[in-house]
T-cell receptor
Framework: AQSVTQLDSQVPVFEEAPVELRCNYSSSVSVYLFWYVQYPNQGLQLLLKYLSGSTLVESINGFEAEFNKSQTSFHLRKPSVHISDTAEYFCAVSGSGGYNKLIFGAGTRLAVHP | GAVVSQHPSWVICKSGTSVKIECRSLDFQATTMFWYRQFPKQSLMLMATSNEGSKATYEQGVEKDKFLINHASLTLSTLTVTSAHPEDSSFYIC???????????FGPGTRLTVL
């Protein structure tokens, strides 16, 4: 079984500042890792994913995350945030086998202030 | 690509009535669809996993007779909340996965309010 811990429920930050949203996971098997973003009253949008290969993955809007197997972490970072990045961010894990049940963290509310 | 739709986007119903929510994969065939429930300011809770042509697999604590799931085709799954009560009010989100991958694509969600 897998589990996900998002260490910060809320992260306030000023516009153009860097940000890191932390995610740790536990699993007895190899995993796939995901970050999803949710805007108010909307579904989830995939931000980025780690399936295999390079441990550093990037999204098209400037976010990146690094899979660290030894620390069982998949922290999300952005060097300079915008007001429009204000949203709820969910880290999720699934086993890399055939059954693709996703386990979500509790979410981190990113609030970008001018 | 990989677009998932839900209908309706919001619904208000009276206590005791049943409500059906549709989830469709618009541009791909989804052998597996998932139904989640999300309470305000909380994470998603997986309710059930739906495979085309077979019975859904419900998570522990989810009432099968309360939340009926039908996955009749590779592009459509439905969730019916039977005899709805105010405590069933929530945001229901479906997702669909591509064959042979673990990536899920999420619908926009359905806001259910039971009066």
């Amino acid at each position: 079984a897998q589990s996900v811990t998002q260490l910060d429920s809320q992260v306030p930050v000023f516009e153009e500042a860097p940000v890191e949203l932390r995610c740790n996971y536990s699993s007895s098997v190899s995993v796939y890792l995901f970050w999803y973003v949710q805007y108010p009253n909307q579904g989830l949008q995939l931000l980025l994913k780690y399936l295999s290969g390079s441990t550093l993955v990037e999204s098209i809007n400037g976010f990146e995350a690094e899979f660290n197997k030894s620390q069982t972490s998949f922290h999300l970072r952005k060097p300079s945030v915008h007001i429009s990045d204000t949203a709820e961010y969910f880290c999720a894990v699934s086993g890399s086998g055939g059954y693709n049940k996703l386990i979500f963290g509790a979410g981190t509310r990113l609030a970008v202030h001018p | 690509g990989a677009v998932v739709s839900q209908h309706p986007s919001w619904v208000i119903c009276k206590s005791g009535t049943s409500v059906k929510i549709e989830c469709r994969s618009l541009d791909f065939q989804a052998t597996t669809m998932f139904w989640y429930r999300q309470f305000p300011k909380q994470s998603l809770m997986l309710m059930a996993t739906s495979n085309e042509g077979s019975k859904a697999t419900y998570e522990q604590g989810v009432e099968k007779d309360k939340f009926l799931i039908n996955h009749a085709s590779l592009t459509l799954s439905t969730l019916t909340v039977t005899s709805a009560h105010p405590e069933d009010s929530s945001f229901y989100i479906c997702s669909a996965s591509l064959p042979r991958t673990n990536e899920q694509f999420f619908g926009p969600g359905t806001r259910l309010t039971v009066l």
